[in-house]
């Protein structure tokens, strides 16, 4: 248990560089983006570390009084004990500067969707597209089917990204018996810039992971019969690194630099958009980004939205701007998340009574009830 001391009072207590803090309405967040962890911190202790960038731990212990000198220690043994924090000199504590809130990116585009109603259909305009991803220096390709696909099928939708610059493919497909564990682990090892297949509607549920922290299998029960079942914000999609949380500072975390080709074939920021901007039989990639319109969804930040503005996890969420809750606001919460910042609890979205017009005007109270 830490405790203050004559050989520890004139030390200064510095928060590592790739320890960030997100506040929110009553509780804060501690990222660690270097681990890929995060901790929830009570609002107070943030406070303490703000003035620990300035005083001495005599001085904070001076400052806050007798009274507060056990919460202090505890605050001091949580934070050391899971290294957050370290302590130095006052010479040298100068020397450690906090990470520069920036970002940056090479690639025009960083993530794509293609999506696919019929692959027959898809087809005849997919090689066409991966290609332009490519001129795009896309990083990661997602590809999601509504429909069984061959074995044939899969091979070339993700063989096609091969000789590209893209890095990273996520394929989502109809359960099929044929789509054996085996099967697709042979495709994973020949094609290794695939880093997950996931099987949806599948009679069970089973993860595999085929190349340790590079390629996984998942089988899930949960049924996709389209677009529509995009756009949820749940704990397990937080991602607290780095990259992620600077990019939330000045962007938005799902569309900044993001193109989609819906199962129509039509352009959008996302396929559950319902606005598009031309058709890819007689629109390229690149007209369409360069349209202005195309890019204020890609602008508009965590600290810009109604209610996540004031959420503790808004700098490691992903966002959906197109289903919120007032549909007539592209700065209103996302309608598929359950969570308060005001009283920390989640609760099921599509239960709250407050979001039934929107379901409705989305057409999504089907989808819902099935």
Not at 204 to 219: P, Q
Not at 268 to 278: A, L, Q
Not at 327 to 334: F, L, T
Request: aromatic residues 10%; charged residues 20%.
């Amino acid at each position: 248990m830490f405790q203050i001391n004559k050989n520890n009072q004139s030390k200064y207590v510095c928060l590592f560089a790739s320890c960030l803090i997100t506040k929110g309405e009553n509780r804060a967040l501690l990222s660690d983006t270097q681990r890929g962890t995060f901790e929830l911190i009570p609002n107070d202790m943030v406070t303490f570390l703000e003035h620990a960038q300035h005083l001495s731990l005599h001085s904070i212990f001076t400052m806050y009084g007798d009274d507060n000198k056990d919460i202090l220690e505890s605050y001091l043994d949580f934070l050391l004990q899971d290294e957050y924090v370290f302590l130095t000199d006052e010479e040298t504590k100068n020397h450690f500067s906090p990470l520069k809130k920036q970002w940056k990116s090479p690639h025009i585009i960083a993530n794509a969707i293609i999506d696919i109603s019929s692959y027959n259909t898809t087809a005849v305009y997919y090689n066409d597209i991966v290609q332009q991803l490519d001129t795009l220096r896309c990083q990661a390709l997602q590809i999601r089917a509504y429909s069984v696909l061959t074995i044939d099928e899969i091979t070339h939708l993700i063989a096609s990204a091969k000789d590209t610059c893209i890095e990273s493919v996520e394929l989502y497909t109809t359960y099929s018996e044929l789509l054996t564990p085996q099967v697709l682990n042979t495709l994973l090892f020949e094609y290794t810039k695939v880093a997950t297949i996931i099987i949806h509607s599948a009679p069970y549920a089973n993860d595999i992971e085929v190349v340790k922290g590079l390629s996984t299998i998942h089988f899930t029960e949960e049924v996709l019969v389209g677009e529509q079942c995009c756009g949820v914000v749940s704990k397990k999609y937080f991602n607290p690194n780095k990259d992620m949380f600077m990019e939330s500072q000045f962007h938005n975390t799902c569309l900044n630099r993001k193109i989609s080709v819906d199962k129509d074939g039509f352009i959008k920021n996302c396929p559950s958009m319902r606005n598009h901007y031309g058709h890819c039989s007689q629109h390229t990639l690149e007209e369409v980004i360069d349209n202005e319109k195309f890019k204020v969804l890609g602008n508009i930040t965590k600290d810009q939205i109604s209610v996540c503005k004031t959420c503790e996890f808004r700098h490691v969420c992903t966002d959906c701007r197109a289903y919120t809750e007032d549909p007539s606001d592209s700065y209103s919460k996302p309608l598929k998340c359950g969570y308060s910042p005001v009283t920390n609890e989640w609760e099921e979205w599509s239960d709250n009574p407050l979001k039934q017009t929107a379901i409705i005007h989305y057409e999504l109270h089907q989808l819902i009830k099935a």
